[in-house]
């Protein structure tokens, strides 16, 4: 197979600045950006302190106080953003190759991203001028009305894995609500969401409204979770860092939001065919390179087909082209950085120890264009137990372990063994049993019959230690409002509830 590796359109060796106040700024410190498929440095990145993430939230303070923002109409915040999504789709190469060259994942993923996070703002573009009041009969004299209002500023922190996405999926209702934003990309991955800031000044969003502070979590991410001046955070990432974010936010009791990590279950009977299974259970792991919140890790199978599903699972998983995101014949790229790299095979060490069966992968990816990068070969753990590390914990890589089941009393409680409640699969042909199990499955995101698809229009988050609220769809939006009643007394006569 030919592995020409195709000439980066793009130009990365430029300043990289932070959007604060409407101008793009320096922040005195500079990071350099490592190349995930090669390991070597891509470019130089500038970063901040608290005193940057303090001046991004004082300039979205004075945007949502004073400025015209929060008090536009519903119908010009709308054109905003609709002109926001145009601008992302005529950079869509650009913005994908960018979050290849710098997060690492397979192009045809950048791009399929890119169209998801265009399409995100305009569906809050839409939503934005649609009906969302009510108004409530309540006994005369009073009439009562009921409005959504926006919450202020919002302080937005978003991880590696999918940062143009996150970043679509967060300032878009927000903005459609008409909130102003503080915004941290993770330090792995700054890239597109600078290039997008870039669109946004271009496209005329008024000074102040989104500002980027980029560094690490602690000193630019936590000074904003902590602000006083802060109405609400959102943030998705780990269990780890959401707690502390959660805690952080408690100084002013700001409202919080939380995507955090999954261990979702693919449940497999015996009467659906196994090669429609196997594919998509290679979907639900391998795509982003297991780098995905809601992936498919643990793939909870019928002892029927247990043996066939495995052996036809590891056949193909060893055939997965491992390459550079740039690479046109690649199909799974690498791991986003070295830290993760060294997690990911640390897991498979302990999954070893543990006892697990290890049917393929394991290893570092081998093979032709790989030396320096993050490669790690798609792995599968079959003969697992329930206790084992490697089925409770978030390995966040492309490693899937197998457990089998007898019946399905037994699926659904294998499916529902877990901290977490992100999301969930079942594969079936029997619509009564689909519906049983998939309402026994506590996750907030499932599937019958499929895995991964997500929709803007669609909720998105998770039960128990998965997240606080939603994202996306109605409910996305309704997580950047306040609610307020209006109640109007129509017989204003004294109420002489005091007599003297
Ligand atoms: P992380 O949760 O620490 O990082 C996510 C974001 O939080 C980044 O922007 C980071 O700079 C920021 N952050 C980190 N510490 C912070 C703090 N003290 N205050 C404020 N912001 C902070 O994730 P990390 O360490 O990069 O990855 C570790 C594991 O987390 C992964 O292996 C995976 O299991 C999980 N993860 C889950 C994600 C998801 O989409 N659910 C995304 C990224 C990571
Ligand atoms: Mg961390």
């Not at 300039?59 to 119908?75: I, L, N, V």
């Not at 590891?314 to 790299?341: C, F, H, N, W």
Request: hydrophobic share 40%; charged share 25%; with cysteine.
């Amino acid at each position: 197979m030919a592995m020409t590796l195709a000439e980066p359109k793009v130009k990365v060796d430029r300043a990289w600045q932070m959007y604060i106040d409407g101008k793009f700024v320096d922040g005195g410190s500079v990071r350099e950006l490592i190349n995930p498929a090669d390991g070597k440095v891509l470019c130089k990145v500038q970063e901040g302190t608290a005193e940057h993430a303090k001046k991004a939230i004082d300039a979205a303070r004075k945007a949502f106080d004073e400025g015209p923002w929060r008090t536009t109409s519903a119908s010009d915040r709308a054109a905003m953003l609709f002109k926001i999504a145009d601008k992302i789709d005529e950079n869509a190469e650009e913005l994908a190759t960018l979050e290849t060259m710098n997060g690492g994942k397979p192009l045809r993923e950048a791009r399929y991203d890119m169209a998801d996070a265009a399409q995100c703002f305009r569906y809050y573009a839409g939503l934005a001028t649609k009906p969302s009041g009510q108004t409530v009969e309540v006994p005369a004299p009073s009439v009562t009305s009921i409005v959504r209002e926006p919450i202020g500023v919002c302080g937005q922190i978003i991880p590696w894995n999918f940062p143009m996405l996150m970043a679509a999926w967060k300032l878009a209702p927000a903005l459609a609500a008409g909130n102003t934003c503080v915004m941290k990309p993770s330090e792995y991955t700054p890239l597109s969401v600078i290039r997008l800031a870039e669109l946004l000044h271009e496209v005329g969003l008024p000074e102040g409204v989104v500002n980027i502070v980029l560094g690490a979590g602690p000193t630019v991410g936590l000074p904003i979770a902590e602000s006083t001046k802060v109405d609400k955070i959102a943030f998705t990432g780990s269990v780890k860092t959401g707690k502390v974010i959660a805690q952080a936010a408690l100084t002013n009791l700001k409202k919080v939001t939380l995507e955090l990590g999954g261990k979702s279950p693919m449940v497999v009977f015996s009467d659906f065919d196994v090669d429609i299974a196997v594919d998509y259970a290679l979907f639900g792991i391998y795509c982003n390179a297991g780098q995905v919140c809601s992936a498919g890790s643990r793939i909870v199978v019928d002892e029927k087909i247990h043996d066939e599903f495995v052996k036809k699972m590891a056949e193909r998983a060893k055939k997965i082209q491992v390459g550079p995101g740039l690479d046109a014949d690649t199909e799974m790229g690498p791991l986003v950085s070295e830290a993760q790299y060294n997690r990911v095979l640390e897991y498979i060490e302990v999954g070893k120890k543990e006892g697990a069966k290890l049917l393929c992968g394991g290893t570092r990816a081998e093979g032709k264009n790989l030396e320096g990068g993050y490669y790690v070969a798609p792995t599968i753990f079959s003969n697992t137990k329930p206790e084992m590390r490697i089925v409770q914990e978030e390995i966040f890589g492309p490693v899937v372990v197998i457990q089998k089941f007898s019946d399905e009393k037994e699926a659904i409680a294998l499916a529902n063994d877990s901290q977490f409640g992100l999301a969930g699969a079942v594969f079936t042909n029997d619509i009564t049993r689909a519906n049983r199990v998939v309402k026994a499955i506590r996750a907030g995101i499932t599937w019958v019959n499929g895995y991964h698809s997500t929709f803007n229009e669609c909720p998105w988050g998770g039960y128990k230690q998965s997240g606080w609220g939603r994202e996306l769809g109605t409910f996305g939006l309704d997580a950047y409002t306040e609610v307020k009643q209006i109640n109007i007394n129509l017989e204003p006569v004294a109420v002489e509830w005091f007599k003297n």
